[in-house]
């Protein structure tokens, strides 16, 4: 068993209350079993989010929306799952649609995830979108600090040298002076 998987089942064993339904998702093969869990009505989160998440891992499109949906969750632990499984999905709509959150100025505190997916994907959306993000997220009494981290962290993975601008301006900002100045060295002289 995959180690998102694992912690998936685990997570969600007590929301599910150990059901056979739960179960049963866990152990079908059956992909259209699967895919009836995400349209059916009235279907827990729990159960959607089993079913998104095989069917992802596997390479099922249908799987799409609802991990988009998930990767904008509140709750940390589903987007890290969705994104987990957007990464191996492969679907092409996944940079635009993880750009379009992060970039969200009215969704900043959800868009740690979408940022960290957008560096894992080194899509064309990718050194855009973290530019972007990481320009509204500069100001000195910024709240949303590790997801501006999480830009830099990205930007001085993905290497591009259009960041070099914002990866300067970070470098003032005290928690993220150090990453923002590994990320300059990745580019060349700072």
């Known amino acids: 068993m995959d180690e998102e998987l694992r912690s998936l089942t685990h997570r969600l064993a007590e929301e599910a209350a150990d059901s056979a339904a739960y ?22 989160l729990w159960a959607r989010e089993i079913a998104a998440f095989r069917l992802g891992c596997g390479g099922d499109p249908r799987a799409f929306e609802t991990l988009v949906l998930l990767l904008n ?15 191996r999905l492969g679907d092409p709509r996944t940079p635009r649609a993880a750009a379009a959150l992060a970039t969200n100025s009215l969704r900043t505190a959800y868009a740690l995830h979408p940022v960290r997916l957008l560096t894992t994907l080194r899509a064309p959306e990718s050194v855009p979108a973290l530019i972007t993000t990481l320009s509204r997220l500069l100001n000195p009494d910024e709240p949303h600090w590790r997801v501006a981290l999480a830009c830099v962290e990205g930007l001085g993975s ?33």
């Open 73 to 87: 969750h509140r709750d940390p632990e589903r987007c890290v799952s969705a994104a987990h499984a957007l990464a």
């Open 158 to 190: 993905l290497g591009d040298a259009a960041a070099r601008p914002v990866l300067e301006a970070a470098l003032p900002r005290p928690r993220l002076t150090g990453a923002a100045r590994e990320a300059l060295g990745r580019l060349g002289e700072e």
């Open 23 to 44: 179960r049963r998702l866990l152990a079908t093969e059956d992909d259209e079993e699967l895919a009836r869990v995400l349209v059916e009505h009235e279907r827990p």
